[in-house]
């Protein structure tokens, strides 16, 4: 009794912290939502007058006519489909290739793959801008996706679920005529769905959230994405806040809608790497 009394008081403390830790997250998000709604020219840091007085939709429709942000995330759900559909065909046919093709060197290429989730972005920038330019792909929505679909942490994954198939599934289907394209198509893939699920919704949400590249590869304001377009729009707006709190609420409502849609294959992705953040 004391034991199962112990063991209830400490999981109410648990929950205890989990709900004050929530909190604390939305908190922000909730402040953000009520200052859109708030008529131009309110103090929003001041939390009396963002609570009290008149609430009001005009600011979205402000927001809508100065700066062009529904075109900003079509080009953001436009590249991060792309980038994500492209990177799961790539790293899945990788990681079959390296899993269960027999040739020389996989063992050397799988590291080599895997040596590229220690090379952070910022440190091949340059090379990178420099190939996109001879290559004359900046400003151009080849040159955003491209650099993003390397993923070694993809074929990592990929890899993983596919060593767990059977060799002698592969030689059956090799002695019923399969070649090695129906083979990955018919066996890797059906069997590979929760991986292929963790790999996309990953790669969706990191293109999704992409400053960096997006910020130096364009230039032209149509085509920039939410990460790019909406510190911009904030930058012209400094003396007042309603207008890039309305453009930060836009911007976020397509992220919380997939979460919302894919929050249980997050959780298992999450689980099932061990990424933590």
Do not use: H
Request: proline content about 5%; hydrophobic content about 55%; some cysteine.
């Amino acid at each position: 009794m004391k034991t199962k009394k112990k063991m209830t008081v400490g999981r109410a403390a648990l929950y205890m912290i989990v709900y004050i830790a929530a909190l604390f997250w939305i908190f922000p998000v909730i402040w953000m939502l009520v200052s859109s709604l708030k008529p131009y020219g309110t103090p929003v840091s001041i939390l009396s007058k963002v609570l009290t007085g008149v609430f009001s939709l005009d600011n979205y429709t402000v927001v809508a006519k100065k700066a062009p942000i529904i075109k900003w995330i079509f080009n953001s759900a436009s590249v991060a489909i792309a980038v994500t559909i492209g990177t799961l065909m790539l790293t899945s046919l990788a990681a079959y290739a390296i899993s269960k093709l027999k040739f020389k060197g996989r063992t050397a290429i799988f590291l080599l793959i895997t040596a590229g989730m220690m090379v952070p972005i910022e440190s091949i920038i340059i090379p990178l801008y420099q190939e996109m330019a001879e290559l004359k792909l900046l400003n151009t929505y080849v040159g955003l996706m491209c650099p993003s679909l390397a993923a070694p942490i993809g074929v990592l994954i990929m890899k993983r679920c596919y060593d767990g198939i059977p060799d002698e599934l592969i030689e059956a289907a090799v002695l019923d005529g399969a070649n090695a394209f129906e083979r990955w198509w018919n066996i890797c893939i059906p069997v590979s769905k929760s991986s292929m699920a963790a790999v996309g919704i990953f790669t969706f949400t990191n293109s999704w959230n992409n400053f960096l590249w997006p910020f130096l590869s364009i230039t032209s304001e149509k085509m920039m994405t939410l990460p790019v377009g909406i510190p911009q729009f904030q930058g012209a707006n400094l003396s007042e806040f309603t207008l890039p709190m309305t453009a930060s609420v836009i911007a976020s409502v397509p992220a919380i809608i997939v979460f919302l849609i894919f929050q249980k294959q997050i959780i298992q992705g999450i689980a099932m790497t061990g990424i933590k953040g």
